[in-house]
């Protein structure tokens, strides 16, 4: 079946390391998504992974993926004010191998106090 | 480069009206998909349109409809206006091949009174 969760909200101190978690439960996931949306946007691609892949880093980000148990990691390091905004995790499934759909998580809440 | 340019930003419309929004994707992609957001629901997929054909549609009714052009533009179109209509609707851009990634318009705010 197609589902993916995400806590709701997370709440970090300016200059520590935010993780946002995410799990799915479509094993024929190909690909995995983190999406940025800010108050008012649309949505901002940050980072995806393969599924064959472990980690990925881009500068401050660190995509994990745990593919037995269907859990997707994203870390932010050195968390900004700027950093605040809502978090989706998104998976593109093999079925939909002919197909851009998207299944998005509930998004995380992501709030960074000085 | 310019990126993917949903109009309008906002629109009211009144309850039984029609509406059609419109996205026109990054030069060179001709996939083109629409999803909905809600509080309540988060993100929905409504469907997907590529070289003017539609290759996946989302659990949607009938009154939501769309196309696309043969310049990767497109459209959709909700009528009947119904208040829980009310959301974002936000389009994604890509090339359509497998391996890539989708971008997404700033999205239309629909608001039914």
């Known amino acids: 079946g197609e589902d993916v969760e995400q806590s709701l909200f997370l709440s970090v101190r300016e200059g520590d390391s935010s993780v946002i978690n995410c799990t799915y439960t479509d094993s024929s996931s190909t690909y995995l998504y983190w999406y940025k949306q800010e108050p008012g946007a649309g949505l901002q691609l940050l980072t995806y992974i393969f599924s064959n892949m472990d980690m990925k880093q881009d500068q401050r980000l660190t995509v994990l993926l745990n593919k037995k148990d269907k859990h997707l990691s994203l870390r932010i390091a050195d968390t900004q004010t700027g950093d605040s905004a809502i978090y989706f995790c998104a998976e593109k499934a093999l079925r939909s191998y002919n197909t851009d759909k998207l299944i998005f998580g509930t998004g995380t809440r992501l709030q960074v106090f000085p | 480069k310019a990126g993917v340019t949903q109009t309008p930003r906002y629109l009211i419309k009144t309850r039984g009206q029609q509406v059609t929004l419109s996205c026109s994707p990054i030069s060179g992609h001709r996939s083109v998909s629409w999803y909905q957001q809600t509080p309540g629901q988060g993100l929905q997929f409504l469907f997907e349109?590529?070289?003017?054909?539609?290759?996946n549609k989302g659990n949607f009714p009938g009154r939501f409809s769309g196309r696309q052009f043969s310049n990767s533009r497109s459209e959709m179109n909700v009528s009947t206006l119904e208040l829980g209509d009310s959301a974002l609707y936000l389009c994604a851009s890509s090339t359509g091949q497998a391996n890539t990634e989708a971008f997404f318009g700033q999205g239309t705010r629909l608001t039914v009174v």
């Open positions: 349109y590529f070289s003017e054909t539609q290759r």
